[in-house]
Protein backbone atom coordinates (compact mmCIF):
# COMPACT_ATOMS: atom_id res chain seq x y z
CA UNK A 1 0.00 0.00 0.00
CA UNK A 2 2.67 2.51 0.98
CA UNK A 3 6.43 2.49 0.33
CA UNK A 4 9.07 4.28 2.37
CA UNK A 5 12.13 4.99 1.42
CA UNK A 6 14.94 6.47 3.20
CA UNK A 7 18.13 7.76 1.35
CA UNK A 8 21.15 9.79 2.45
CA UNK A 9 23.15 7.86 4.78
CA UNK A 10 26.90 7.00 4.77
CA UNK A 11 29.74 7.67 6.77
CA UNK A 12 31.16 10.95 8.20
CA UNK A 13 33.73 12.12 10.47
CA UNK A 14 32.23 13.52 13.47
CA UNK A 15 31.57 17.55 13.46
CA UNK A 16 30.72 16.89 9.97
CA UNK A 17 26.92 17.04 8.50
CA UNK A 18 24.52 14.26 6.72
CA UNK A 19 20.84 15.30 5.39
CA UNK A 20 18.42 12.41 4.92
CA UNK A 21 15.70 11.78 2.68
CA UNK A 22 12.48 9.87 3.29
CA UNK A 23 9.77 9.61 0.63
CA UNK A 24 6.51 7.83 0.65
CA UNK A 25 4.27 6.62 -2.39
CA UNK A 26 1.57 4.61 -2.40
CA UNK A 27 -2.74 5.44 -2.00
CA UNK A 28 -1.95 7.79 0.14
CA UNK A 29 -4.86 10.14 1.22
CA UNK A 30 -3.14 12.41 3.60
CA UNK A 31 -0.23 12.18 5.96
CA UNK A 32 -0.19 13.14 9.58
CA UNK A 33 2.88 12.42 11.79
CA UNK A 34 6.55 11.68 10.23
CA UNK A 35 9.87 11.55 11.79
CA UNK A 36 12.81 9.63 12.05
CA UNK A 37 13.64 7.00 15.14
CA UNK A 38 17.52 4.91 15.42
CA UNK A 39 18.67 2.54 16.54
CA UNK A 40 22.29 1.08 17.61
CA UNK A 41 23.71 -2.22 18.18
CA UNK A 42 22.42 -3.73 21.16
CA UNK A 43 20.06 -0.94 21.86
CA UNK A 44 16.71 0.03 22.03
CA UNK A 45 14.34 2.24 18.66
CA UNK A 46 14.21 5.18 19.95
CA UNK A 47 12.99 8.72 18.61
CA UNK A 48 15.04 11.39 17.12
CA UNK A 49 12.47 14.00 16.18
CA UNK A 50 9.05 13.37 14.78
CA UNK A 51 7.15 16.20 13.16
CA UNK A 52 2.93 16.83 12.89
CA UNK A 53 0.52 19.44 13.05
CA UNK A 54 2.98 22.29 12.43
CA UNK A 55 5.02 21.28 15.68
CA UNK A 56 8.37 19.36 16.00
CA UNK A 57 9.63 17.34 18.55
CA UNK A 58 13.32 16.09 19.21
CA UNK A 59 15.53 13.98 21.31
CA UNK A 60 17.64 16.02 23.89
CA UNK A 61 20.53 14.74 22.59
CA UNK A 62 19.61 16.17 19.02
CA UNK A 63 18.43 19.41 20.37
CA UNK A 64 20.11 22.26 18.40
CA UNK A 65 21.84 19.48 16.05
CA UNK A 66 19.43 18.03 13.81
CA UNK A 67 15.89 19.77 12.19
CA UNK A 68 13.06 17.97 10.91
CA UNK A 69 11.57 19.46 7.61
CA UNK A 70 8.48 17.99 5.28
CA UNK A 71 7.47 18.65 2.16
CA UNK A 72 3.88 16.82 1.83
CA UNK A 73 3.43 17.91 -1.93
CA UNK A 74 5.93 15.63 -2.56
CA UNK A 75 5.43 13.05 0.47
CA UNK A 76 8.82 13.61 1.81
CA UNK A 77 10.41 14.32 5.04
CA UNK A 78 14.30 15.15 5.75
CA UNK A 79 16.41 14.91 8.63
CA UNK A 80 19.52 17.50 8.05
CA UNK A 81 22.06 16.26 10.84
CA UNK A 82 24.83 18.74 11.94
CA UNK A 83 27.68 18.40 14.47
CA UNK A 84 27.16 14.77 14.32
CA UNK A 85 29.15 12.43 17.26
CA UNK A 86 30.33 9.31 16.92
CA UNK A 87 27.36 8.35 19.37
CA UNK A 88 24.73 9.12 16.36
CA UNK A 89 26.09 6.38 15.15
CA UNK A 90 22.30 3.88 14.23
CA UNK A 91 20.52 3.10 11.61
CA UNK A 92 17.99 5.12 11.51
CA UNK A 93 14.53 4.63 10.33
CA UNK A 94 11.79 7.04 8.94
CA UNK A 95 8.15 6.56 9.53
CA UNK A 96 5.08 7.69 7.80
CA UNK A 97 1.16 7.65 9.15
CA UNK A 98 -0.58 8.22 6.63
CA UNK A 99 -4.17 7.39 5.46
CA UNK A 100 -4.43 5.76 2.31
CA UNK A 101 -8.01 5.24 -0.33
CA UNK A 102 -9.80 2.56 1.11
CA UNK A 103 -8.49 2.55 4.89
CA UNK A 104 -10.25 3.60 8.06
CA UNK A 105 -7.97 5.44 9.93
CA UNK A 106 -4.56 6.16 9.80
CA UNK A 107 -1.64 4.10 9.92
CA UNK A 108 2.21 3.90 10.60
CA UNK A 109 4.35 2.93 8.09
CA UNK A 110 8.65 2.34 8.67
CA UNK A 111 11.49 2.44 5.57
CA UNK A 112 13.84 -0.25 5.87
CA UNK A 113 16.39 1.79 7.66
CA UNK A 114 19.87 3.81 6.56
CA UNK A 115 23.13 3.19 8.03
CA UNK A 116 24.63 6.53 9.67
CA UNK A 117 27.93 6.40 10.97
CA UNK A 118 30.21 8.57 12.16
CA UNK A 119 33.96 7.95 12.88
CA UNK A 120 37.12 9.35 11.45
Known amino acids: QVQVVESGGGLVQPGGSLRLSCAAS????????VGWYYQAPGKQRDMVAM??????NYADSVKGRFTISRDDAKNTVYLQMNSLKPEDTAVYYC???????????????WGQGIQVTVSS
Open 26 to 33: GRIVRVNS
Open 95 to 109: YTEALTYGAVGYETY
Open 51 to 56: TSGGSA
